[in-house]
């Protein structure tokens, strides 16, 4: 029986789990400010032996007041243990400190997310990215990508790029496998997979196809690193139905698009895609399904992610069950020919055909 199939809770536990959730908010301030201020560090360096709070105090600049009040909440989170007078870094405080995935979660949840999430109530009510209005002035955050305040956008691109690098090595092998040298990269984004094509082909050419603000961005990533010659731009907005694609690739790729996207939207791209591109072409989506992870963490991650989507990104799209994803991908005119998961960090890619009517 799968985990998630039970509720793991008797009704002592149920209420006391309840009561983490009720100061959630706060414990997660917690964390990040026992991070920022080096807390975690001096004990981390402290090891088993610990440290007392004036000791803390006096290591990181921070007054004894505020070592204790943060540190006691962390006793009770399990960032930390306390025997007295001595506080020692736990495991959860571990890999708060020197996790990555832990590290652009959580800046991305502070940064892009926090204040946004309290409009969560009116985003479902109204099916629109409501939270938006935090950061910005636009229908969509895909909009304002290059306009987010610095700090939020830093912590947008590291969450993006965490995910998706990891998974290069693999994907360029099989996406080269036959040797295109054509390749459209719908939701290109800032050129990172159009620039690793490139390094790992000599000869392939890359069209970009994005909003132009994404393309220009794209474009002065292949200036700096020398592959302007290589990689292209084709300014394409897809929530405009009426937009046909570009022709002429032998590889259509999408990687983390779709997932931006309604399923009436989703379907709309896939069918436009279907009509563009040519018989022998492939078309690989690579994406996250909150299902096809090996760690529960994962899921849970991407379900509170799919929340960002809501709130944030544009009202009406998330990280989609595998099996719900593949009924529009086969919808749209397409068959799914390999499906591998477990990709770098949870990525499954699909690689699709076109049917042949």
Same mark, same amino acid.
């Given at each position: 029986m799968k985990s998630y199939e039970v509720d793991p809770y008797n009704? #002592?536990?149920?209420?006391?789990?309840?009561? /983490?959730?009720? !100061?959630a908010p706060i414990v997660f301030h917690t964390a990040r400010t026992l991070r920022d201020l080096n807390i975690l560090s001096a004990l981390d360096e402290a090891g088993s032996d610990g440290l007392d709070a004036t000791e803390i105090a006096t290591t990181t600049g921070v007054s004894e007041y505020?070592? /204790?009040?943060l540190l006691d909440m962390a006793v009770s989170a399990h960032i930390v243990t306390w025997k007295s007078p001595r506080y020692c870094i736990a495991n959860l405080g571990y890999f708060l400190l020197h996790d990555g995935m832990t590290r652009a979660n959580m800046d991305f949840t502070?940064?892009?997310?926090?204040?946004?999430?309290?409009?969560? +109530?009116?985003?479902?009510?109204?099916?629109?990215?409501?939270?938006?209005?935090? *950061?910005? &002035?636009?229908? +969509?955050?895909?909009?304002?990508?290059s306009q987010l305040p610095e700090k939020a /956008?830093?912590?947008? !691109?590291?969450?993006?790029? !965490?995910?998706? &690098?990891r998974s290069f090595p693999l994907l360029l092998e099989k996406v080269f496998a036959d040797t295109p040298k054509n390749v459209f990269d719908i939701g290109g984004n800032t050129g990172q997979?159009? %620039?690793?094509?490139?390094?790992?082909?000599?000869?392939?050419?890359?069209?970009?196809? &994005? *909003?132009p603000p994404q393309i220009e961005m794209a474009l002065e990533q292949a200036k700096e690193t020398g592959y302007e010659g290589r990689i292209k731009g084709h300014a394409f907005d897809? #929530?405009?139905?009426?937009?046909? *694609?570009p022709q002429g690739a032998d590889v259509w790729w999408m990687s983390q698009f779709l997932d931006c996207f309604s399923p009436m939207e989703i379907l709309?791209? *896939? %069918? %436009?895609? %279907?009509?563009?591109?040519?018989? &022998?072409?492939t078309v690989y989506i690579l994406d996250l399904f909150w299902d096809a992870q090996k760690y529960e963490a994962a899921a849970y991650s991407l379900n509170a992610t799919s929340l960002y989507f809501t709130c944030l990104a544009n009202g009406n799209s998330r990280f989609y069950r595998c099996e719900e994803f593949v009924q529009i991908v086969e919808e749209a005119g397409f068959d799914v020919v390999e499906k591998t998961d477990d990709i770098g960090l949870g990525h499954t890619l699909l690689k699709l055909n076109a049917r042949q009517d």
């Open positions: 009704g #002592l536990s149920a209420k006391t789990e309840a009561q /983490k959730l009720a !100061f505020g070592v /204790k009040v502070a940064d892009v997310c926090y204040a946004a999430m309290s409009h969560l +109530t009116e985003s479902i009510e109204t099916g629109t990215p409501a939270g938006l209005k935090e *950061l910005g &002035d636009w229908s +969509t955050i895909y909009e304002g990508l /956008k830093k912590s947008w !691109f590291q969450f993006d790029h !965490f995910y998706s &690098d997979w159009a %620039r690793q094509c490139c390094q790992y082909c000599s000869d392939v050419t890359v069209t970009i196809i &994005d *909003l897809a #929530l405009d139905a009426s937009q046909s *694609l709309s791209i *896939l %069918r %436009r895609v %279907r009509q563009a591109m040519k018989p &022998d072409a």
